[in-house]
Each structure stands twice: as structure tokens, then as C-alpha cells.
């Protein structure tokens, strides 16, 4: 029988692995630029993997992870290595990037509102899954696989996933319309 202390190890290494990843995949995006991708390819999809092991794992011990906390943190830190890399290729203008990030910083800050932070980073995913389609197919068909996979092995997760999401939209809009989005 595992430990129940030690079992909350193996989540915050899976989060804080994530985070030190995005940090690589800007780094590669930095000095390697579009030949980098391949391994920035495989480390977005490691991210992927390890976000649903830790929560799968977090979910299934009875005490709390001390990294849990990071894990929102550490998905914005993918999807901004991603989208600084974007800029970086020239894909996409800096200040776009600036501004969306710029209002899911105040939205999630001031309003607590975290469903424009889950759609930047679904924004971003798709921004470079379309760029990928025109540098090397192969790439984007791989990204797209891992996500399809990652649904199959864990669909109450996903569903949870997409109805928090609709929820919260549908929360901030009966908000807006009471004229306080806080409640």
C-alpha cells in the first residue's frame, strides 16, 4: 500500500515539471527559433500529459498537494512560452499578445474570472496548431492526437473541463447583467 504523504509528491513533481518545461520551450524558441519546434512539440505534449497525471493523481489522495495551487500557474506559463515563441516566428504581432494578455490578467486578478485565461491558452494552442499545419503537418496531426488521447483516457475530466468553462462564461454574463461581474 503507497504512503498517502508520499502518493502528494509524485503530483507536485508532475506540476512543478510542467512549469520548468514552459520555461525550456521558451528558452528553445529563444536561441533555436522554428528549428526548435519538433522538441517544443514533444515537451507541450509531456506538459499535457503531466497536467492530467498530477490532477488525476491530486484527485485520488485525501491530503492536498502543496504544489496544487501552481498548476493554473503553470498552464498560463505553457501557453505564454508558446505564445512568446509565436511572437518570436513572427506569427503573430507582439501586441496582441500584450493586450489578450493584459485583459486575462485583469480579468482573473480583479474579477476573478478565469474562463478568458482558459481561452487564451485554447487560443494559443490553436494559433500554433495552424501554424503547425503550414511548417509540418506531421506536427500538428501529433498535437491534435495527444489531445484526442488524453480525452479518451480521462473523459469525465474533459467534460468537467468544457462545462466549468460554459459555467463560468454564464456566470460573469448574469454578473455583467446585475452590474457587478463579481458575484
Given amino acids: 500500500m503507497i504512503n498517502q504523504s508520499r502518493m502528494n509528491i509524485i503530483p507536485d513533481v508532475l506540476t512543478s515539471s510542467r512549469g520548468v518545461m514552459a520555461i525550456f520551450i521558451l528558452l528553445?524558441?529563444?536561441?533555436?527559433?522554428?528549428?526548435?519546434?519538433p522538441?517544443?512539440?514533444i515537451?507541450?505534449?509531456?506538459?499535457?500529459?503531466?497536467?492530467?497525471?498530477?490532477?488525476?493523481?491530486?484527485?485520488?489522495?485525501?491530503?492536498?498537494?502543496?504544489?496544487g495551487g501552481f498548476d493554473p500557474?503553470?498552464?498560463?506559463?505553457?501557453?505564454a512560452s508558446i505564445a512568446l515563441c509565436l511572437v518570436?516566428?513572427?506569427?503573430?504581432?507582439?501586441?496582441?499578445?500584450?493586450?489578450?494578455?493584459?485583459?486575462?490578467?485583469?480579468?482573473?486578478?480583479?474579477?476573478h474570472f478565469v474562463a478568458p485565461q482558459k481561452f487564451f491558452?485554447?487560443?494559443?494552442?490553436?494559433?500554433?496548431?495552424?501554424?503547425?499545419?503550414?511548417?509540418?503537418?506531421v506536427w500538428a496531426v501529433a498535437m491534435v492526437g495527444s489531445l484526442v488521447l488524453l480525452v479518451i483516457l480521462n473523459p469525465p475530466?474533459?467534460?468537467q473541463q468544457v462545462r466549468g468553462f460554459?459555467?463560468?462564461?454564464?456566470?460573469?454574463?448574469?454578473?455583467?447583467?446585475?452590474?457587478n461581474p463579481e458575484d
Wanted: charged share 20%; with cysteine; glycine share 8%.
Fill in 28 to 37: 528553445l524558441g529563444v536561441l533555436q527559433g522554428e528549428n526548435g519546434l
Fill in 43 to 67: 515537451l507541450t505534449i509531456a506538459c499535457w500529459v503531466t497536467d492530467v497525471l498530477d490532477g488525476k493523481l491530486a484527485r485520488q489522495s485525501t491530503k492536498p498537494t502543496r504544489l
Fill in 88 to 111: 518570436l516566428w513572427k506569427v503573430i504581432p507582439w501586441f496582441v499578445v500584450v493586450i489578450v494578455m493584459g485583459i486575462v490578467t485583469f480579468s482573473t486578478r480583479l474579477l
Fill in 157 to 159: 475530466r474533459a467534460k
Fill in 121 to 137: 491558452i485554447g487560443l494559443t494552442y490553436g494559433v500554433l496548431f495552424v501554424y503547425l499545419c503550414q511548417k509540418k503537418l
Fill in 166 to 179: 460554459f459555467r463560468e462564461i454564464a456566470e460573469f454574463i448574469r454578473g455583467v447583467d446585475k452590474g
Fill in 39 to 41: 522538441t517544443i512539440i
Fill in 73 to 79: 500557474i503553470a498552464d498560463w506559463v505553457l501557453a
